[in-house]
């Protein structure tokens, strides 16, 4: 069964550095988004990302934050200038088709960020 | 703005039989999703089952069941014939309502655990 594929399972960075984070999305969905969830928290939404343009975003996702799809397969989030506060698991996902609610996301194994 | 709400933090099941986990959510549009995704210790999100705000019939997905009572604005999924495999968090969350967008609203989570 397809599935979306995150890289690194787990991410240790210096408090100040850039970090990447990177999805394959399930080939032939359109719709991607990032989520994340700070242990022990709910999941929360960050920004979702259709025809090469952000779709959607949340009040978290400042300009601190950036998504891009460099290539055809590729969905990656960028955190520059990370804070402590930004260790979380970061999840990526994909569904079908936007505008119908009965498409389910489908999320990878997510990317542990842990900010010394 | 909607809400997702999951009364029960914790909850423990005898193995073999039936569970009802809980999920209440507020919404003043009547067009909606709602899933349920299940995060195991190891931490990936994993798609269980939906229900649409205008599905006439109860959703059921293998040993997975939704108990859907729209004027009560509850969405229970109901696990039965419980397995040591199912002790993971649950997660209700809501597509569409009040966001009139495609993210997921997620509620805080019920932690199931299951005894031998």
């Known amino acids: 069964e397809p599935e979306v594929t995150q890289t690194p399972s787990h991410q240790v960075t210096q408090m100040g550095q850039e970090v990447i984070l990177r999805c394959v999305p399930i080939s032939n969905h359109l719709y991607f988004y990032w989520y994340r969830q700070i242990l022990g928290q709910k999941v929360e939404f960050l920004v979702s990302?259709?025809?090469?343009?952000?779709?959607?975003k949340s009040e978290i996702f400042d300009d601190q934050f950036s998504v891009e799809r460099p290539d055809g397969s590729n969905f990656t989030l960028k955190i520059r200038s990370t804070k402590l506060e930004d260790s979380a698991m970061y999840f990526c996902?994909?569904?079908?088709?936007?505008?119908?609610?009965?498409?389910?996301?489908?999320f990878g194994d997510g990317t542990r960020l842990s900010i010394l | 703005a909607q809400k997702i709400t999951q009364t029960q933090p914790g909850m423990f099941v005898q193995e073999k039989e039936a569970v009802t986990l809980d999920c209440t959510y507020d919404t003043s549009d009547p067009s909606y999703g709602l899933f349920w995704y299940k995060q195991p210790s190891s931490g990936e999100m994993i798609f269980l089952i939906y229900?649409?705000?205008?599905?006439?019939q109860n959703a059921t997905e293998g040993r997975y069941s939704l108990n859907f009572q729209k004027a009560r604005k509850s969405a229970n999924l109901v696990i039965s014939a419980s397995q040591l495999g199912d002790s993971a968090m649950y997660f209700c969350?809501?597509?569409?309502?009040?966001?009139?967008?495609?993210?997921?609203?997620f509620g805080g989570g019920t932690r199931l655990m299951v005894k031998p």
């Open positions: 969350a809501m597509k569409g309502g009040d966001n009139a967008g495609n993210m997921l609203t």
């Open positions: 990302f259709y025809n090469n343009e952000i779709s959607e």
């Open positions: 229900q649409g705000s205008y599905d006439q």
């Open positions: 996902a994909s569904s079908e088709a936007p505008g119908a609610t009965n498409q389910p996301q489908h």
